[in-house]
């Protein structure tokens, strides 16, 4: 079966959006994934077609009746696992992004408003996925992110094979530094051990640099990293 992103959205006109350029599209054109996209308001059932009501309890805002975005759920495609875009959930990470992309594909609702009627993502069990920690005015932008990162792992989607592999995150470390033509820009050379030729010279280079960063900046990545080196993991 074809990797499936379902989306259920109130406003399915910003889709494919991002989801139609570049590498998605294209994927897409060819017949290695598939977009379907759910108007949640093709689900109301009276004649205003509202898909939203005030808040029990009083407050700000809307909130999305858990009637309709039952119904919609109800008629999005059998055997794809669903999610709720929220800041409430957990955070996107590679790791989920492998997972989601081995497996069939998604259901995404997306929220607007102040969000969903709780009982509606009790009683279908959604798990709730964000995309960090911002309030996002919708879950659109989020579920966009997560299918692009989904997609790009999809079987031949990318051009190189293996590239996915030393990319950021691949074993819990941040990417080494890129460089390309010109050798010296605006007084900056390139760093000389790229320009040997000197094959696992270069890969060590890369894998220090990469150590470096992730050591500087990403303390929680670094010390995951550590221990499973320490582990029998990889030897840093
Ligand atoms: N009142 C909510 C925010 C609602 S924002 C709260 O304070 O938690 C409206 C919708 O945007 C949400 O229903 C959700 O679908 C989406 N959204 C907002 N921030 C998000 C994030 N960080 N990740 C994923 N979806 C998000």
């Known amino acids: 079966m074809t990797w499936t992103a379902h989306v259920l959205t109130i406003l399915p006109e910003m889709f494919p959006g991002p989801l139609g350029h570049s590498l998605a599209g294209r994927a897409e054109a060819l017949g290695m994934w598939r977009l379907t996209v759910g108007d949640i308001r093709g689900f109301a059932t009276d004649r205003h077609r509202s898909v939203d009501d005030t808040p029990f309890g009083g407050g700000p805002g809307m909130v999305m009746r858990p009637d309709v975005v039952d119904a ?25 992004v492998r997972d989601l992309a ?31 920690d911002f309030v996002l005015s919708g879950g659109e932008p989020a579920a966009i992110a997560l299918v692009d990162a989904c997609v790009r792992l999809l079987p031949g989607v990318m051009g190189e094979a293996g590239s996915a592999d030393e990319e950021s995150f691949a074993d819990d470390l941040l990417e080494y530094p890129h460089y390309t033509r010109p050798a010296v820009w605006a007084g900056r050379a390139v760093p000389e051990v790229l320009a040997s030729g000197h094959h696992a010279k270069i890969r060590a280079w890369r894998r220090a640099e990469a150590e470096r960063l992730t050591r500087e ?20």
């Not at 995404?108 to 969903?116: D, I, M, S």
Request: charged share 20%.
């Open 72 to 96: 919609a759920l109800a008629a999005s495609p059998a055997g794809l696992p669903a999610y709720y875009l929220s800041p409430r959930g957990r955070t996107i990470d590679q790791a989920l």
């Open 102 to 132: 081995a497996g069939p594909g998604c259901t995404l609702l997306c929220g607007r408003f102040e969000g969903v009627d709780q009982r509606v993502l009790d009683a279908r069990g959604l798990t709730e996925l964000s995309l960090g």
């Open 217 to 236: 900046r990403r303390p929680d990545l670094w010390n995951r990293y550590v221990a499973r080196a320490a582990s029998g993991g990889r030897a840093i």
